[in-house]
Each structure stands twice: as C-alpha cells, then as structure tokens.
C-alpha cells in the first residue's frame, strides 16, 4: 500500500469524524470537529502532493465549497480538479466541465 493512500484513508476518517462531530451541540465536540477538519485537510493535502488522484479531487471538491476549514477558492479548485481529471478521474472531468461552462462563471 502507498502512502499516499495511507493518508487519503486517514484524511477520510478524520471527515467522517468531524461530520459527526459537527452535530452535536456540546461546544468540545465542537472544538474536536474543528480540530478533526483540520486533520482530515492536512491528510488530503499529503495524499494528492504524491500524486493520490482522489484527494486531488477531494481537495478540489473541498476549495469549490469552503469545506473542512478551506475558504472557497475557485482557482484553488480548478488546479486540484485538473490534475485528477489528468490522471482519469472521472469524477474530476465531470466538475471541470460542470464549473467552466459559461452559466458557472459567473
């Protein structure tokens, strides 16, 4: 196993975690999600350095919609996408063509 699937599968536990830490209204909880996002970023940020095509998307994803912590960041986004969609993510290809149509430029 690579590591940088070592760490996309630990960035997606840190996810899970925070998603379900997010829900509860006890303000540690709070503190522990915010902390888990941060976890689950860095794991997603080491993963696609090395070239993980899913946590390029992940990432890409997370810039497109200010998630686990990022602020929307459309130029972010759109490099992250692009190097998944260059290795045959399909996922990846369907949202570059979804946010650089005319009508998502905007």
Known sequence: MSEAYLHYQRARYYEF??????FHIDPNMILLSNLNERNAMWCFLHSATQ???SAQFK???C???GHLGLA???LKAKQWLMLAANQG???A???LIKI???QHLS
């Not at 975690?17 to 997010?22: C, P, S, T, V």
Request: proline letters at 4%; hydrophobic letters at 20%.
């Open 17 to 22: 975690l925070a998603a379900h830490h997010h």
């Open 51 to 53: 070239g993980h095509s």
């Open 59 to 61: 990432l890409g994803q």
């Open 63 to 65: 810039y497109l919609n």
């Open 72 to 74: 929307s960041n459309r």
């Open 89 to 91: 993510h399909m996922e």
């Open 93 to 95: 290809q369907s949202e």
């Open 100 to 102: 650089t149509t005319p």
